[in-house]
């Protein structure tokens, strides 16, 4: 099997993935409407500004949006791997992130709208296409949002928290 996928073979998948980067500009603007960065200050724990929060997202949605390029482009198995990497963390596990904070904090946390509504359904519609059209193995896909989950975290831990024990 090729690194490449015939475009033939993943019209819908290339296509789709350019919802990621739409829906996280609209989940920048809940958060920064709701004021994220005060949020996790005050209600988290952690410390962040609103200089942090620009830069963080900037640069989050440039790897996005060249991840969203490069794997449109060139249809390689390991640009899609390296997109759901990204994504998976950036939409999914941050999807998670809001819902599980809000619940057992039991308020709104800023970014929780357009992650349930965009995020979750966005994540499982390019989940299904990549395994549906076969860009990925289960095991790559699966290894993918592993390491999705663990780039989350490292975000979290760093960005929040900043390397706090």
């Known amino acids: 099997m090729t690194d490449t996928v015939a475009s033939a073979r993943s019209p819908r998948f290339h296509r789709l993935i350019w919802l990621m980067p739409a829906a996280y500009a609209l989940h920048i603007v809940e958060e920064h409407r709701g004021g994220f960065a005060a949020w996790v200050t005050h209600v988290v724990g952690g410390e962040m500004n609103d200089l942090a929060f620009a830069l963080n997202n900037a640069a989050f949605m440039a790897i996005l949006l060249a991840l969203v390029v490069w794997t449109a482009v060139s249809k390689s198995r390991l640009a899609t791997f390296l997109l759901i990497v990204w994504s998976s963390g950036n ?29 979750v359904p966005i994540s499982l519609v390019v989940a299904q296409l990549a395994l549906g059209e076969r860009l990925l193995t289960p095991r790559a896909f699966l290894a993918a949002t592993a390491l999705g989950a663990g780039l989350m975290g490292l975000v979290i831990w760093c960005g929040l928290f900043h390397f706090a024990v």
């Open 91 to 119: 939409l999914f596990w941050d999807a998670l992130f809001h819902v599980v904070l809000t619940q057992a904090l039991d308020r709104y946390s800023p970014g929780l709208v357009t992650a349930a509504l965009l995020y």
